[in-house]
């Protein structure tokens, strides 16, 4: 099961996620998230010297697309996720460039079929998240037989709330998921906004991939 670690912005604990082989690290480039990569001293200069194998993903909501575009090259991104309320032709016109994720949040209930299929020919995954009122993570995870019941073409990551006590259920759901394709995780894994606690990350990749 491969993992992203997202609100990443110390360069010591990217290369510690690399070391220990976690396959993404996202980087919020929205300013009104308490992770704001530019809020911290990680700069794109000292991350471009860093020879890593870990993928570079780009958080973006509602952003101008030549920004985003302008921010990958920037901080040589190797993939964007989008965020917000982004349309299905402006997703397609940053997929043109970059490998692109589009997130979903997912309420009670939600159709997850009708959110997803404008977007089903136009990105190369989906993320699923819980709904909040703020774009972003909510700590809190939803309903996931919603999207276990949804005809999802497309590899995605399951996103909102994982915790270090999810290992099982995790592994559980993934079983009946063919395009499962990683795990995201952020604020239960924190000392604080933007500052990981590394010994929780080790734990739940060995749980992950007993």
């Not at 809020?39 to 000292?46: C, G, M, R, V």
């Not at 589009?102 to 299929?117: L, Q, S, T």
């Not at 019941?149 to 290992?167: H, Q």
Request: proline share 3%; net charge positive.
């Amino acid at each position: 099961m491969r993992i992203k670690v997202c609100g990443m912005t110390k360069l010591e604990q990217i290369r510690q996620l690399n070391e220990i082989g976690i396959e993404f690290a996202g980087f919020i480039f929205y300013p009104k998230s308490p992770r704001y990569v530019k809020k911290f001293n990680l700069s794109a200069i000292d991350l471009k010297r860093e020879k890593m194998q870990i993928s570079r993903v780009g958080v973006f909501v509602n952003e101008r697309s030549e920004d985003v575009l302008k921010t990958v090259d920037h901080w040589r991104l190797d993939m964007v996720q989008l965020h917000g309320d982004e349309t299905p032709k402006y997703c397609e016109q940053i997929s043109n460039h970059v490998t692109t994720i589009k997130a979903f949040r997912i309420g009670e209930g939600e159709n997850v079929d009708w959110k997803i299929n404008p977007y089903q020919a136009c990105v190369d995954m989906f993320l699923f998240d819980t709904v909040g009122v703020h774009y972003g993570g909510t700590g809190q995870q939803f309903d996931w037989s919603l999207i276990g019941n949804a005809r999802i073409l497309k590899p995605y990551f399951l996103s909102g709330g994982i915790g270090p006590e999810d290992t099982k259920a995790v592994k559980e759901f993934a079983a009946t998921q063919k395009n499962l394709f990683a795990v995201d995780v952020n604020s239960k894994f924190e000392l604080m906004p933007g500052v990981k606690d590394m010994d929780k990350v080790r734990e739940f990749r060995g749980r992950l991939r007993d």
